[in-house]
C-alpha cells in the first residue's frame, strides 16, 4: 500500500514537516524531528531508486488526476539518483546541523532554519520527481525563496547582500523559465513533459519554440550557475551559515544540471536540441569558459569558501561539457559527477564548517598551521581535494575518467585537453590550502585551537570518504548514471 | 600457499611501518622486501591477479620472464635499501620507501594501461617524499619540481592511453610502438621518467637532493621502471638506439666537471640508462637481455656507489669534491665498498657490469651498427673516468682534507657489504643471473677477446692519464680544487665542454629571462582578469549582474535561431 504511494511521499513528508517546525519551536526537538524527517525521506528515494532499477519507470497521478489535467509524477532511473543524491545529503548534513547552526545563527530563528531547510529540502526534490513542466516551477520557486532565506540567516552582514542578489539573479531565472514553458505551452497546449515531447516536433519550426529553449537555458543555467550566469554564487555560498553552503553546493546546482537534462533530452529531445539548435557549441563554450575561468579564479582567492565556490563554477563546467557532448558516455559522465561533485563538495564545505565553528574564519591567511591544531579536519581537506583535483582511487578521477573518455569518443580532443589542464588548475587551489594549513607556523589563536567535535566530524569525514569508497567501487555509480543516461537519450522522440 | 599482487606486500609494509615504532617498525621495514620476495616467488610458478573495475578487466599481476627480471631486482634494491636506512627513525621517509618501491613493483607487473598509469602516478606521490624529508628550502623547492615533471609525465600517459584504448578498444599493456594511436605520447611519458636527453633536469636536479638514504631507493626504482616499461612497449623501436646512445655520451661532460659527488653519480646514472634504451632500440634477443641484465647488475653497483657516498655525506655532512679527499684513513672498509662499486660500474672482469654491458656491445655491433658502437665504447671508457676513478678518488684519497670522521654506520656497511657481494658474486658467476633473463642465454662472457678488449680499454685510458699527468697538460685554474699528480683530465675536454656550457647558459639565461618576462606578463594579466579584484572575481552590482545575464540571454537566443 505504501509503496505505491511512495512517489507523492517523498514530497509530502518535508512539505508536513516544515510548517510543523514553526509549531513545534523548540530548538532541539525541531532539529530532531528535522533530523528523522530528512532520514525518512533518504529512505523514501532509495526505495524509489530500486523500485525504478528493478521495474521501470513509475507514474504516479497525483491525487487520482489524470494528465494533462492532473499533475504527473514520472521517476525514472535519472531522477531516481538525484533524489537519492540530494536525500542523501540532506540526511548527512543534518547531525552536523546541531551544533553548527545553534553556532551560527541566532538562538531564535533556529527553528525558522530547520523549517526553511525542510522547505527548501521539498522544493529541490520536487524538481526532481515532477512529469510536469509547470509544476516544476512550483517546486523551483519553493526551494528558491527558502533558499533566500536560509543565506540571509547567515551571521556576517553581507550575507543579506549576497541573499538580495541571488533573489534579484533567481527570480529572474525563474521567469525566464515560466517565460519558456509559457511559450512551448502557447505552441503545443500541454505542461505535461511526456506530451510536450511527443508535440514539439511537430512544431519545431514555430519561432517561439526556439525562443523557449534559449528563455529555458538561461533561466535555469542561472539556477545551476553556469558561466556567466553563476554571479550570484560566490557570495551566497560564502556567507551563509556553514550547513546552508555545504547543502546547496551538494545539490541545489545539481538539481539544475537535472532540469538541464531532462528539458533537453525528454522534452525537447535530442534531435532539436542538438541538431537544430547548435546547443553542443553554445554549451561546449560555456561550459569550457567556465571550467577554465573557475579554476583560474578559485587560485587566487583570499577566502577558503570563496575559493571552493569558485571551483564549483568549474566543476559545473565540467557537468555542461558532458551535456554538451550529449552521448551516452558524455551524459552519463555528468550524471555521474552529479554525484561525485556532490559528495566532494558537500564534504569539503563541511571540514570549512568544521573550521568555522573552531576558529570563525575561513580566510586562507587564518588557516595557516591548522594542520597541527585540528589534524582530523585537516586530513579530511586533504582527501577531499584529492578528490577535487581527480587523482585515482577518489571519485574525482572516475568522473574526469569517464568525462575525458566522452570527449575523445566524439574526437572533441580540445575539450579533453581543457578537462586535464582545469584539474592542473584544481592542484593550484588546494594545494594553496594544504601549504598554508600544513606548512606555515601557526599564530597562536590558530596553535589553541581544539579538533572540531565528534558531532561535526563524523558526517565530514562520512562524505570524505564516500570519495574514497565511489572511487573504487564505481558499480553502484557509475552503472546507475549509464542507465539513467541511456534512459535519458532513449526517451526523446 | 596462496600468493598476492606483489605491491600489496609492500603496501601492507607501509602500513605496518606506519603504525609502529622503534624496533618492530625495523622489523616490518626489513620483513617487507624479503616476504615480497617469497611471494613474488610462489606467483612466478603460476597465478595471476586479476581485478574487475568498470567494464574493464584489469591484471594486476603480470608475470612473466620479463617482468620477474626487474621484480626480483626491485625487491633486492628494496632491502638493501631498507638495511642502509635501518638507523633512521623518520615515520615519513621509511614508510613513503616502502610505498614508493611497492608502486614501483605494482607497475612492473601491471598488465594494463590503467594499472600501470595508477602505479605511475603513485611512485611520484610516493617518491617525493624522500626529497621533501630532507627538510631544507633547497630540498622543498627541488621536490616541487621534481613533482611537477613526474606529473607531467603522468599526464601525457594518460592522455597516450586514452588515444590508445579509444582507438584499440584494448586497455592489454603490450607492444606499443611507434605507429600506434598516442604511441608518441606514451614514449614521451615514459621518456620523461627515463630521463631522455633534454628531459632529464629533474634527475639530476633531484637525486643529489634527496636524503642520504632516499637517494638508494630513488635511484634504483624510477628510471628502471622507465626502462622496464619501454622494454615492454617499446622494443626494437629505431629512434631509441639514438637517444640511448645520445644519453650514455652527454652526461660525460657534465660529469666530468661536476663537484657535487652525488650529481657525478646522477649523471653517470643516465649514462648508465642510456646503454639499456641502446640496448632496447636494437631489440633482438640478445640485446633485451643484456638491457635485462644490465638493469639489474647497475641497480646494485649504482646503489653501491650511492651508498658509500650517502655514507660520506651521512658522516662528513657534505658531498663536495673539493672539500673532501683522505678518508680512506677514517673509513677504510667504505673505501674497499667504493672501489668495488667503482670497479663493477667501469667493467672491469670478474664484476658485475663486465657480464652485461659486454652483452649490448655484442647486440650493438652484431646489427652492424659500427657509429654506435664505438659510441659506446667511448662512453665506457668516460665511465671509467668519472665514476671508476673520480668518485673515489676526490672522496677518498686526493689530498687529505684533515676531516676525520667514524667509519660509516654498522648497518650501512653490512647494506654496502652484500651489495658488494652481489657484485662480485654475479661477475665471478653469472649462469643465475642468466637463467633469469627473458629469453634463453647462449652468450659466454669470459672469451679472451671480451676480456683482452675490455682490459685494454680500461688500461688505456688509465695510460692515457699517465701521459697527461706527465707532461702537465692539466688545467691548473680549476678554483678551490687541488688536483694531484696522479689525477688528469684531458685537458681539452673540460676546457670545451665549459666553454660550450657557458655559451649554452649564456644563451639560457637570456632565453629564461625573456621567458620569465613574458610569463610575469602573462600571470599579470591572468591575474589582473581572475584576481580578487579582477573583473571576473569581484562581486558586482546587482544591476551589472543582471546587465550580464540579459546580455548572455540575447547571445543564446540568437544563436538558437541558426
Redesign the interface.
Known sequence: MIEAHLPALQVVLPLIAAPLCVLLRHAGLVWLFATLVTWASLAVAIALLQQVLAGGVIVYELGGWEPPWGIELRIDEANAFVLVIVASIAAVVMPFAKRSVADEVEADKIYLFYSMYLLCLTGLLGIAITGDAFNLFVFLEISSLSSYVLIALGKDRRALHAAYQYLILGTIGATFYLIGVGFLYIATGTLNMVDLAERIPQVQDLQSVHAAIAFILIGIGLKAAVFPLHLWLPNAYCYAPSVVTAFLAATATKVSIYVLLRVFFTVFGADFTFGVVPMTAILMLLGGAGMLVGSLVAIFQTNAKRLLAYSSIAQIGYMVLGLAIGSVTGVSAAIVHLFNHAMMKGGLFLVLGCIVFRSGSTLVRDLAGVGKSMPLTSAAFVVGGLSLIGVPLTTGFISKWVLIEAALEEGYWYAAVLVVFSSLLAIAYVWRVVEVAYFQEPSREVAALREAPMILLAPTWLLILANIYFGVDTSVTLGVAEQAARTLIGAGP | MTSVAPFLIFYIGGLLAAATGGRLRQAVLLATPVVGAVNLYYLSQGSSGVLE??DYTLVLARVDKLSLVFGYVFHLAAFLGAIYALHVSDRVQQVASTLYAGSSIGAVFAGDFITL??FW??TAVTSVFLILARRSERSQATAIRYFAIQ?LSG?LL??GI??W??HTGSIAFDYVGLDAPGGWLILLAFGIKCAFPLLHNWLTDAYPEATPTGTIFLSALTTKLAVYTLARGFPGTDILIYIGATMTMFPIFYAVIENDLRRVLSYSLINQVGFMVTGIGIGTELALNGTAAHAFVHIVYKALLFMSMGAVLDRVGKIDGSELGGLYKSMPITTVFCIVGAASISAFPLFSGFIAKSMILSAVIKEGHLAVWLFLLFASAGVFHHSGIKIPYFAFFAHDSGIRVKEARPNMLVAMFLASCVCIGIGVYPEPLYRLLPYEVSYEPYTVSHVLAQLQLLFFSALAFVVLQLTKLYPPELPGVNFDSEWLYRRLLPRTARFLLEQASHLGVKLERRARIGLGRWVER??H????Q?I??R??Q?GS??F??IS??VV??V????
Not at chain 2, 529 to 532: E, K, N, R, V
Not at chain 2, 559 to 562: A, I, N
Open positions: 573495475l568498470f598509469f595508477v602516478e603513485l606529473i599526464m594518460l592522455a586514452l588515444t584504448v579509444s591572468v591575474f582578469l581572475h584576481g580578487p579582477g571576473l572575481a562581486s558586482w546587482t549582474t543582471v550580464a545575464v548572455v540571454f543564446v537566443l544563436l538558437s535561431y541558426f
